[in-house]
């Protein structure tokens, strides 16, 4: 028999949530980047140094999370699937995009409800896709849309407040 049990309720929630997300952070995979106790984030490794901001804006970002326990092998596996939209092609982007296809990345989402979460946390994210689009017409999306695919053994963690702002001290802007 399996000792894990639920082991607490969940009320009705307000409908004062928003769905979508605002910002991106990236960094450079780093072994037990946070320390994380039930569900939360509540330290950053000292060895995590520096995080890449990326503000993403509109409906097209989304990150969505499908965990598959199977008790038949006695695994669980969350697949963590991360698209953004940065928008207007340039070749600084460019650059860093290419980059960030090679390397061994992770990352942080800020979602519309002020709530960070800490993503591809076992081993980087996996699998990169950056597709540079420009649209035929004038109203069209002019920039990339980013896929990162992460897999871990938990839903990705929330950061608490002093994680979070601990994490966001690392943030220096590009002059």
Same mark, same amino acid.
């Given at each position: 028999?399996c000792?894990?049990?639920?082991?607490?309720?969940?009320?009705?929630?307000?409908?004062n949530?928003?769905?979508?997300?605002?910002?991106l952070?990236?960094?450079?995979?780093?072994?037990d980047?946070?320390t994380?106790v039930?569900?939360?984030?509540t330290?950053?490794?000292?060895?995590l140094?520096?995080?890449?901001?990326?503000?993403?804006?509109?409906?097209?970002?989304t990150?969505d999370?499908?965990?598959?326990g199977?008790?038949?092998?006695?695994?669980?596996?969350?697949?963590?699937?991360?698209?953004?939209?940065?928008?207007?092609i340039?070749?600084?982007?460019?650059?860093?995009?290419?980059?960030? #296809?090679?390397?061994?990345?992770? +990352?942080?989402?800020k979602?519309?409800? /002020?709530?960070?979460? $800490? %993503? &591809?946390?076992?081993d980087?994210?996996?699998?990169?896709?950056?597709?540079?689009?420009?649209?035929? #017409?004038?109203?069209?999306?002019? +920039?990339?849309?980013?896929?990162l695919? /992460?897999?871990?053994? $938990? %839903? &990705?963690?929330?950061?608490?407040?002093?994680?979070?702002?601990?994490?966001?001290?690392?943030?220096?802007?590009?002059?």
């Amino acid at each position: 028999m399996c000792d894990i049990a639920l082991g607490v309720n969940r009320d009705k929630k307000c409908t004062n949530s928003l769905g979508g997300n605002s910002e991106l952070y990236l960094y450079n995979y780093l072994d037990d980047a946070f320390t994380v106790v039930d569900g939360i984030a509540t330290a950053v490794n000292a060895g995590l140094t520096t995080v890449y901001k990326y503000v993403i804006e509109g409906d097209g970002n989304t990150l969505d999370q499908s965990m598959l326990g199977d008790d038949k092998v006695g695994t669980r596996v969350n697949t963590q699937t991360l698209v953004a939209q940065l928008k207007k092609i340039d070749g600084a982007t460019s650059n860093e995009l290419n980059k960030l #296809a090679a390397g061994q990345i992770s +990352g942080v989402i800020k979602d519309r409800n /002020g709530v960070y979460q $800490a %993503l &591809a946390l076992d081993d980087g994210f996996f699998s990169k896709t950056i597709n540079p689009v420009s649209g035929g #017409a004038k109203v069209d999306f002019n +920039g990339y849309n980013v896929t990162l695919v /992460g897999e871990t053994s $938990a %839903l &990705a963690p929330t950061l608490d407040s002093a994680t979070a702002t601990a994490f966001l001290a690392l943030y220096t802007p590009t002059p």
